[in-house]
């Protein structure tokens, strides 16, 4: 199970909370709203130095899902975008966008999220989210696809619910209209794809198998 371990650091219109195992130093935060988000500062995260607006908007851009908030205004939350997409980072994690249902075993609930960074070198402490340990296991790959074994597909209808299985010791099941981006630029549709977490596929970001043969062991 993943640790969830979170903040909460609060101004009289906005809570923000911050999972702090899921944070990767995207710095997204950092460098969009840093009056707000310091990590100079103690505590990091100071909400009453902008607009819930301008908070909610940057949060928006947290691509791992480290960062939430709930209004305390009255506004509305984070809305899911029009289209789910996945965008696979070179030696890097796959970062997620859209309506998420992911499954997270153990009898716990499924978790509901926008945004979510998923380990994809099969290092990760925290799986199935990324945390960063591919800097230290040297998981190099270039995040592309060959479209000479996947073909791009149809564009399909945007949005809906995306459901994310991580398989024991195997590959993570996302079904639901899905856009994926890769690192060179290229853009396939899928309904239902099986993504290597292990690290080790010829075919990345699919999975083929080889999660077997190198004995990848997850939860
Ligand atoms: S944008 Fe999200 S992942 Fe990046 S530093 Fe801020 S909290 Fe961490
Ligand atoms: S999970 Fe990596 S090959 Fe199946």
Redesign the pocket.
């Known amino acids: 199970m993943p640790n969830r371990l979170i903040r909460r650091y609060e101004s009289d219109a906005i809570e923000v909370q911050y999972e702090i195992p899921r944070c990767i130093h995207a710095a997204e935060c950092v460098q969009r709203l840093n009056e707000v988000f310091d990590n100079q500062k103690r505590p990091w995260v100071q909400p009453e130095h902008a607009s819930a607006d301008s908070i909610a908007q940057t949060i928006h851009h947290c691509p791992t899902g480290a960062l939430h908030y709930t209004r305390k205004d009255g506004a509305p939350g984070e809305a899911a975008p029009e289209k789910n997409t996945l965008r696979i980072v070179e030696n890097g994690p796959h970062y997620i966008h859209g309506d998420l249902q992911l499954v997270m075993g153990g009898g716990e609930p499924p978790l509901r999220e926008t945004r979510a960074a998923l380990c994809r070198c ?1 290092a990760s402490k925290n799986k199935p989210f990324c945390d960063n340990s591919h800097i230290n296991s040297g998981f190099a790959d270039p995040g592309a696809v060959d479209l000479a074994q996947e073909a791009p597909g149809e564009p399909l209808a945007p949005g809906g619910q995306i459901t994310i299985v991580p398989h024991t010791n ?3 099941q996302v079904t639901g209209n899905l856009e994926i981006h890769t690192a060179d630029g290229q853009t396939l549709y899928r309904s239902e794809a ?8 010829k ?2 970001p ?7 043969t ?1 004995g ?1 062991v997850a939860e």
């Open positions: 099969g195997g590959p993570v099986w993504l290597c977490r292990c690290g080790h596929s075919n990345k699919f999975c083929d198998s080889t999660h077997e190198v990848f």
